[in-house]
């Protein structure tokens, strides 16, 4: 179960980081130019970095500076040299910790290294996790990958779900692993009890400092099934599921117009009329599935597949109604389109990630269908007349604002004309 949650909690930090940095290169175009040269390098250096300045996105990333805030970075290759006062999420195909982080560090890279220190935990997953003689951790580390190799010292518990685990450092509290196999070597101190799950049995070194390893041996497939997805499965479910709900806000945004106008007033008015719909199709569709195979068959199929189908689009639906509510934020930070871009992002990450935690998913994608069951039904009942009045009077205030202000703005310059003349009959040159 803390293996489960541990590699979820990794995923759920690159989808934020992902998001944040899209959010806030959006608003600030200029967040991190300064520091980067003309191949898409960054190259941080100095005493220290404004707080302002907390998303780089580059090819290769180097830090060395003092950071008073928490940092995102994302890129190819991020060595992070200097200090952190705040927590550090990076994202990359390598990632290097050499300098201080005064916080937790969220990575998640093919390699992560880490030979610099940690004053809070550690969360990282990818394929090789390396934790240097020279690394640090004052608290407990999370490790998921397919090699772990931990050299350093680790101030209290190591949790670990692994391919291959080697242990040459120090760790000052108990292990847990899920692993196929579990070395522990020369020079190798660990002061807590050892619980390890595994197809084999721990090699352990003579004159290793641990006590006895508890071993629980069990087939490969069940340490995977222990262990949880992969960190490559769940990026690619991710991935999938956020492609899936940007496809459908397309759709809404550009291909059904009408659709999308009335999603805008529903978002504003009917929210709660559409809960309400929702969730009485909800509680009606197994009646509804029941009486429809009483009267004919056929209807009973059809019916079956039109509410799978409502299951299905119920999620993207509901990201993109959500969204409508979240662009208010930004409609004065950005233009429309890109407004109606990053809230649906931003929507669409938070019911993913929110998905891989357990219990908290159920009552997420149960709220999301409500929603958008909701929506598509009450845009259904009433598009013909009642959205489409309401429609056009949100035109006509448009309008009419559009009048005050040019009214405002022609009185504006009637005054500035005035305050001229009066100028020039009062300069003696004239």
């Not at 550009?254 to 009329?273: E, P, Q, R, S």
């Not at 004065?332 to 993913?352: E, H, T």
């Not at 598509?376 to 202000?405: A, H, Q, S, W």
Request: glycine content about 8%.
């Amino acid at each position: 179960m803390l293996k489960k949650l541990s590699v979820s909690v990794l995923m759920m930090v690159m989808v934020l980081l992902f998001t944040v940095t899209a959010v806030f290169g959006a608003t600030n175009s200029d967040l991190n130019n300064s520091y980067h040269d003309s191949s898409g390098n960054i190259n941080i250096e100095g005493p220290s970095v404004a707080n302002t300045k907390f998303a780089f996105t580059g090819s290769n990333i180097t830090a060395n500076s003092v950071f008073d805030t928490t940092t995102f970075f994302a890129g190819n290759a991020i060595t992070l040299d200097g200090e952190y006062n705040g927590d550090v999420f990076a994202a990359a195909n390598t990632v290097t910790v050499n300098g201080k982080i005064n916080g937790n560090l969220y990575a998640a890279a093919n390699q992560v290294i880490i030979n610099g220190k940690v004053t809070q935990d550690v969360f990282a997953g990818g394929s090789d996790l390396i934790i240097g003689k020279a690394a640090d951790i004052n608290r407990d580390v999370f490790l998921a990958a397919a090699n772990v190799n931990i050299d350093g010292t680790v101030g209290r518990n190591l949790r670990v779900g692994a391919g291959d685990v080697s242990i040459n450092g120090a760790i000052n509290g108990f292990v847990e692993t899920d692993v196929d196999q579990l070395t522990i070597n020369d020079g190798a101190s660990i002061t807590g009890t050892i619980n390890n799950r595994s197809t084999n049995k721990a090699i352990v070194a003579p004159s290793a400092k641990v006590p006895e390893v508890n071993w629980e041996k069990v087939s490969s497939k069940e340490v995977n099934e222990v262990r949880g997805p992969s960190v490559g499965s769940i990026l690619l479910s991710i991935i999938t599921k956020l492609a899936f709900i940007l496809v459908i806000w397309v759709l809404i945004s550009f291909l059904t117009k009408d659709f999308n106008a009335n999603t805008t007033v529903m978002a504003k008015k009917h929210i709660l009329a559409s809960l309400g719909i929702g969730a009485g199709f909800f509680f009606l569709s197994p009646l509804l599935l029941i009486v429809s195979f009483v009267i004919y068959a056929p209807f009973g199929i059809a019916m079956t597949c039109g509410i799978i189908a409502l299951a299905i689009l119920a999620m993207p639906i509901a990201a993109v109604v959500l969204s409508k509510l979240l662009m208010r934020f930004f409609d004065d930070k950005m233009k429309p389109l890109l407004s109606s871009f990053v809230s649906i992002l931003i929507i669409a990450a938070a019911a993913i990630l929110l998905g891989y935690i357990p219990i908290i998913n159920f009552i997420v994608y149960l709220f999301l269908y409500v929603v958008g069951v909701g929506f598509i039904c009450y845009n259904v009942l009433f598009t013909n007349r009642k959205l489409k009045e309401e429609r056009n009077e949100g035109n006509e205030e448009i309008l009419i604002v559009d009048e005050v202000i040019n009214m405002e703005e022609g009185t504006t310059a009637i005054k500035a004309s005035t305050e001229a003349i009066k100028l020039n009959d009062e300069d003696p040159n004239n």
